[in-house]
């Protein structure tokens, strides 16, 4: 069964930085995937962070382009998402999430919160 194991949340100041990591099950690791992260704040619907498209670019929402870069290591089948000047807005339950083959897969989510 495919599995998505996130870590490196946690709580962070204004104008600091983060790294999460997402590993990923080997067996839909692919560049043919759409790979990348989601995130949800409390109240609102989940959004797109960032993510890899089928076609090997890179997808940013425009509240994070600028600030931060998405990547992956096809060594050790992990994902990250590198946040820098974070704001009180980034806030949020981070996702990671894979799309191939027609399936859709998450990991558990990982809390991220921005607050002096």
């Known amino acids: 069964q495919a599995q998505l194991v996130e870590s490196g949340g946690g709580l962070v100041q204004p104008g600091g930085s983060l790294r999460l990591s997402c590993v990923v099950s080997?067996?839909?690791?692919?560049?043919?995937?759409?790979m990348g992260w989601f995130r949800q704040a409390p109240g609102k619907e989940r959004e797109l962070v960032a993510t890899f498209t089928s076609g090997g670019g890179i997808t940013y929402a425009d509240s994070v382009k600028g600030r931060t870069t998405l990547s992956r290591d096809t060594l050790t089948n992990t994902v990250y998402l590198q946040m820098n000047s974070l704001k009180p807005g980034d806030t949020g339950v981070y996702y990671c999430?894979?799309?191939?083959?027609?399936?859709?897969?998450w990991g558990q989510g990982t809390q991220v919160t921005v607050s002096s």
């Open positions: 999430n894979v799309q191939y083959s027609g399936q859709v897969y």
């Open positions: 080997q067996s839909i690791f692919s560049r043919h995937a759409f």
